[in-house]
């Protein structure tokens, strides 16, 4: 036990070193509890300052996502694609409406014209129609043809020769309003594919001749001879031979062969109007061509 004791004596100086150890530990201690937030936060501050800046932009992306709205700007409706009818919200259906339409080498001219052709809602159409965007001459015709047109056409009391569309020149077509060069061209070579018209009305199926253009064409010229028509046996052709006529494409020459090989050959125009695809409003034009 005395032994034990002895541990526990100290002199003077001992307990004065004690004392002041004590005295230190708590001052540091002390210091440490008031001036570690302080040393914290200036540490801190800096990488602080960088996460808020990238929160606040990441935040301010997110509030311009939510609120962005997509831009509609003027467009023609006749040449919407799938894309374009699917970003501004139409159904396959509608879509696939519109696309029959023009295949047949027509144009939607309104807003009304357009709803009745894809058969779209009332909102929608509401919502769109501000931006359709039609050609100038649809938007300003009067009773069919514009003031702008009549200085082309000829004067009421100058007499109208009209010439033979068959024998009719480059320069004789380019002289009708509406048709340049181009356009004078590609009219030509249906006639050459065809052998010759047999109608005016078949300049309603050229792609790119306006209403007002075949009003004037038909001032100037007439269907007068047929000669060199080119006519096809549509019942001994092959599928790549029928679809190389002007008015057949690759398809309805495959439901031409069908029907033939199912039906003993084609025998008449009635024939033709039960093939699938047959284009109903060209029908008695393109007999016109066919030999049974």
């Known amino acids: 036990m005395n032994k034990l004791k002895s ?84 159904t396959i259906q509608e879509i696939d ?26 909102a929608f ?21 514009s003031e702008k047109f009549h200085k082309f056409l000829p004067k009421e009391k100058e007499k109208i020769i009209q010439k033979d569309i068959n024998t009719a020149s480059r320069e004789d077509l380019i002289a009708v309003y509406g048709i340049g060069e181009k356009l004078a061209d590609k009219i030509l070579q249906e006639k050459d594919k065809l052998g010759c018209f047999v109608s005016m009305e078949q300049f309603q199926f ?7 253009a075949l009003v004037d064409l038909e001032k100037r010229f007439s269907t007068k001879t047929q000669s060199g028509i080119k006519k096809i046996a549509i ?14 494409t690759y398809a309805l020459a495959r439901e031409i062969v069908i029907y033939r090989t199912m039906n003993n050959g084609i025998k008449n125009v009635d024939d033709l109007t039960k093939i699938k695809g047959m284009p109903n ?12």
Do not use: C
């Not at 409406?97 to 009332?122: M, W």
């Not at 052709?237 to 057949?248: D, M, R």
């Not at 409003?281 to 049974?292: G, H, P, Q, S, T």
């Open 7 to 90: 541990y526990f004596r100290f002199s003077r100086e001992h307990r004065s070193g004690i004392f002041l150890l004590f005295a230190i530990i708590i001052v540091v201690q002390l210091g440490y509890f008031f001036l570690k937030d302080n040393f914290i936060s200036k540490t801190t501050t800096a990488e602080d300052k960088a996460w808020l800046s990238v929160q606040n932009e990441i935040d301010s992306l997110k509030n311009m996502q939510a609120t962005k709205k997509d831009t509609i700007y003027p467009f023609n409706p006749n040449y919407i694609t799938d894309y374009k009818g699917y970003k501004l919200g139409m």
């Open 206 to 212: 050229i792609w790119g001749i306006s209403p007002e």
């Open 125 to 145: 159409l509401a919502k769109v129609s501000p931006y359709f965007k039609f050609p100038d001459w649809v938007k300003n015709k009067t009773s069919f043809t």
């Open 235 to 248: 019942n001994e052709l092959s599928q790549k031979e029928l679809a190389k006529f002007p008015y057949f």
């Open 97 to 122: 409406r519109l696309h029959a339409y023009r295949k047949k080498g027509k144009f939607v001219n309104s807003a009304e014209e357009f709803q009745q052709v894809t058969q779209v809602s009332n």
């Open 281 to 292: 409003e060209k029908i008695k034009i393109i007999a016109l061509y066919l030999d049974f």
